[in-house]
């Protein structure tokens, strides 16, 4: 094969005829690297983008976990708290409990009295007639 | 009873509230640790800032400048203390302008409280002093120093004794320098409360042993309530001093002077750390612990007498049950009710400005009057009228509604009287004096007018409890008291000349009641239970007022109850644990006084033979002597086998004339000197004479004898004869004198003695022609 003169002199033609100064080959690998290239930063975005989300996911899933740690403590208190306020309550009724239970000892004592008043009455009823 | 409350549902202040006090019966002032003064609108549920106080005044209490001073009304800009954590008190005018700030105090100023007639404040403070205060703040001086804080002070009824906290003990100090101090222990724990009521003079106290308890004013222990579940942070009296409030962790007590509870309340309301009733008695405040102000008032108050049963069913509605019928009536009023009282077939209620009188037949148009000034404070009850009792003075009411009478006496404290220390009946009133208690004022009911010259009735001792008897002419008119050692006095309100007679009829007597239709008393006696069927007996015959008394054994009763009512033959009493108990009375001794009344004798003694109880005969006695109807009497002596007594009456019977009669009457009484004056009246010398020899009065019968020019040997021969008879000699020295001069001669005197009874006889026999003549033409 003759040495084309053009390519010692450093130029060379592509198939469009166009004149180059860079050989096609290097010229071919160069333009391939460039698209690997591409794809690689194009393959790391997609990466980061995945990556992102899913550390997005986890905190968000963090922060639903945190709440909910959250509630469970309160609904653990309130728990708690709900059983001191039914003693208290309970106190409360009790009280009102003995209260009304004298409330009705009182009556009861008061019953009793008028019912000794109605026999006492009663009795004397019949022993008027029947001294009449 | 019971109260209700109402709580709003957001509270007003941020933070806790200290302290409330009323203005009226509708307005409230309420301080806070937010600084802010709120004021509460009862009438148009508004609540509104009054002032912001500066940042660094923490309020602790409130205590407005009393309105009324005895009768007179304060005409003074309305003013109160504040006191605050910061050792000052404030004079803060209604507007909220603080007129006044002194520095009082190390350390808070824990109470501050006017006296009752407003002429002295007194501090109490952290730092263990209490110093009084002039009206315009300036200090009169330190009434104490002691080691720890006083938590509580509380005038006394006349303002001139303070009572206070000082740890666990309560001391009562006059604010004379010298005057002797009382001191006890009241509580296990710190006192925190204290208050002094000035119309039953009891004192109330609440602790961190979370009791409160009840002392009268020496210091004795009247009530200690239960371990309750939390510390007492407050307690107030009612003013009237029937009722007193307490106030703790999310609880609200309403409890009976005796101490026991009408009713609990539960309310949310963090600690209550002031309670305060208005001045008529229906609204009480409390300052809580979260911010909040409770409103309550007393319904559910009931009234009975006979088959009505009358109940508060709101503030401004009465429910009326008849239980013969269960007929249900509603009462329905403009204003708050005040009082009510229940008797003698007429209901009164006072509201706030009205009076409104019901007759038990006709429950739909009651009379209603005006009333001048607002807070009726007592009611009383005759048959025929009623009596109103308001700041300023004391009404007599006609149940048509007419005003009869008004009553001034000089001292008057008509806002500190109460069932106990006044009595009224269909013609009388009476009063015990405050200044002086052992005096009782009388008046005419009709005129208002003071009975008997002005001059009170006075007893030795002070006097506890009065009554007036309810039936019967007004000349017979009786009044029973009980006095400091708990004795019980007889004696009658209307006299002529001499002072009438005070009779005991009873000892360790607790509790008393007349009854509504006739002239019998009840009462509790030690612990028995028991009914005077005739008092006035101990004015005529002393020694039948055993035989006349009828008793109950009092072990159905639990310990001193009290005697609310005596109606027909029904008593109602409280016992101490706040039930009510009833006890019948036999209904033959009414009876038996009805006929006394209408000299019914034949019927009284068929009621007697009928009945045949000792006490009846004893009660027939007494009532026919006091009556004069010597038959009757002589058969009721009989019956009960008094035998001395009927061999009496059949003398008195046999006396020649009826002056002689009447004063051996008299003496059969043991009115000595009545008999004597009547028989020289007559004109009856020798008679007198005999009479103080009877008796064994010699000096009188000679000095009779000697003035008269007569029967003086007669006097020295009875008088030989009795000293002979004991083996005496004579000593008396005008005996000694006369008999020098005269000759006894028994033959003589017995002549002129027969010559006296023989004149005095002819005289009789001639009034009696002469009256017959009389008569005839």
Not at chain 2, 57 to 85: C, N
Request: proline residues 3%; aromatic residues 10%; glycine residues 6%.
């Amino acid at each position: 094969m003759a040495k084309d003169p053009l390519a010692e002199a450093g130029f060379y033609f592509d198939e469009l005829n166009k004149l180059r100064v860079l050989e096609p080959e290097v010229s071919q690998k160069t333009s391939e690297l460039k698209e690997e290239c591409k794809e690689f930063v194009d393959k790391i975005g997609q990466f980061q983008k995945i990556v992102g989300g899913l550390i997005e996911m986890v905190d968000e899933l963090a922060k639903e976990a945190e709440t909910e740690k959250m509630k469970a403590i309160g609904a653990r208190n309130l728990l708690k708290s709900v059983a001191k306020q039914r003693e208290a309550q309970q106190q409360q009724l009790q009280a009102l409990i003995a209260e009304k239970k004298m409330q009705l000892e009182r009556y009861r004592i008061e019953y009793e009295a008028l019912s000794k008043v109605e026999s006492e009455q009663n009795e004397f009823i019949d022993q008027f007639i029947l001294q009449k | 009873m019971r109260l209700k409350t109402s709580l709003p549902k957001e509270p007003k202040h941020k933070e806790l509230v200290s302290c409330v006090g009323w203005t009226t019966a509708d307005e409230l002032y309420s301080c806070s640790e937010d600084h802010q003064i709120l004021k509460w609108t009862l009438l148009t549920n508004e609540t509104s800032l009054v002032v912001r106080l500066p940042e660094d005044i923490y309020p602790v209490d409130l205590h407005w400048f009393p309105k009324t001073v005895g009768a007179k009304k304060q005409t003074q800009a309305e003013i109160y203390a504040l006191t605050s954590t910061d050792g000052k008190f404030h004079l803060v005018s209604k507007m909220g302008r603080i007129e006044k700030s002194v520095e009082a105090h190390k350390g808070a100023v824990l109470a501050g409280r006017w006296n009752y007639d407003g002429t002295a404040l007194i501090t109490a403070g952290e730092d263990g002093q209490i110093k009084i205060w002039s009206k315009s703040g300036m200090l009169r001086s330190t009434l104490v120093s002691q080691g720890s804080p006083v938590y509580s002070v509380a005038w006394g009824p006349d303002s001139d004794r303070i009572l206070y906290s000082s740890g666990r003990q309560l001391i009562i100090k006059p604010l004379q320098p010298n005057a002797k101090v009382i001191q006890w222990k009241a509580h296990d724990g710190l006192v925190l409360k204290v208050d002094w009521n000035s119309v039953n003079d009891l004192i109330l106290s609440g602790g961190e042993d979370c009791k409160y308890k009840v002392w009268d004013s020496f210091g004795r222990l009247l009530h200690s309530s239960s371990s309750q579940d939390y510390p007492v942070t407050s307690l107030s009296w009612a003013p009237d001093g029937e009722v007193f409030a307490v106030g703790s962790f999310n609880t609200l007590r309403l409890c009976d002077k005796t101490g026991w509870s009408y009713a609990l309340e539960k309310p949310n309301t963090g600690s209550v750390f002031s309670l305060a009733w208005s001045a008529d008695g229906t609204q009480l405040a409390g300052a809580c612990g979260n911010g909040h102000v409770i409103f309550a008032h007393v319904v559910e108050q009931h009234w009975e007498w006979k088959n009505f049963v009358i109940t508060l069913t709101k503030r401004r509605t009465m429910q009326v049950r008849n239980v013969l019928n269960d007929a249900v009536d509603v009462l329905e009023f403009r204003d708050r009710v005040i009082k009510a009282s229940l008797a003698f077939d007429h209901l009164v209620v006072a509201t706030s400005l009205q009076c409104y009188v019901y007759n038990s037949r006709n429950w739909n148009t009651p009379l209603i009057f005006d009333l001048k000034e607002g807070t009726i404070s007592l009611i009383l009850q005759a048959e025929k009228h009623f009596l109103l009792v308001d700041g300023s003075g004391l009404y007599t009411y006609s149940y048509e509604g007419r005003l009869i009478s008004t009553l001034k006496f000089p001292g008057m404290r008509a806002d500190i009287l109460n069932a106990q220390t006044a009595s009224l009946s269909n013609d009388t009133i009476a009063i015990r004096d405050k200044t002086d208690e052992k005096v009782i004022f009388l008046f005419d009911a009709m005129t208002g007018r003071p009975i008997g010259e002005g001059k009170p009735l006075t007893h030795k001792l002070e006097v506890l409890e009065i009554a007036l008897d309810q039936c019967g002419p007004s000349t017979e008119r009786k009044i029973a008291l009980i006095d400091k050692n708990r004795d019980l006095y007889l004696t009658s309100v209307r006299h002529l000349g001499r002072e009438p007679k005070i009779c005991k009829i009873g000892s360790m007597v607790h509790s008393m009641a007349w009854n509504d239709t006739a002239n019998i008393l009840c009462g509790i006696q030690d612990d028995q239970f028991t009914v005077w069927y005739y008092p006035s007996v101990v004015f005529t015959d002393k020694e039948l007022l055993p035989k006349t008394i009828y008793t109950k054994d009092g072990s159905e009763f639990a310990r001193a109850p009290h005697i609310l009512s005596y109606v027909g033959a029904k008593v109602t009493l409280r016992q101490r644990d706040g039930s009510l108990v009833y006890s019948s009375v036999p209904i033959y001794p009414a009876l038996l006084h009805e006929y006394s009344a209408s000299a019914r004798w034949e019927d009284a003694l068929r009621l007697c033979r009928f009945a045949k109880d000792q006490h009846l005969w004893a009660c027939l006695a007494g009532m026919a002597m006091a009556n004069r109807d010597l038959n009757t009497a002589e058969m009721a002596y009989a019956a009960i086998k008094e035998l001395p007594r009927v061999q009496y009456i059949n003398f008195i019977k046999e006396q020649p004339s009826k002056d002689s009669s009447l004063a051996h009457m008299l003496m059969f009484s043991g009115h000595v000197q009545e008999a004597e004056a009547t028989l020289l009246q007559a004109g009856l010398i020798y008679q007198a004479i005999q009479v103080n020899i009877d008796l064994f009065n010699w000096n009188r019968a000679l000095e009779l004898a000697v003035k008269h020019k007569t029967h003086v040997d007669t006097v020295l021969a009875y008088r030989e004869k009795f000293l002979q008879k004991f083996g005496r000699k004579e000593t008396n020295k005008r005996f000694l004198q006369y008999s020098e001069g005269v000759e006894v001669d028994w033959e003589k005197i017995q002549a002129k003695i027969e010559m006296e009874l023989s004149k005095e006889r002819e005289k009789a026999a001639n009034t009696t022609v002469r009256s017959s003549v009389a008569s005839r033409h």
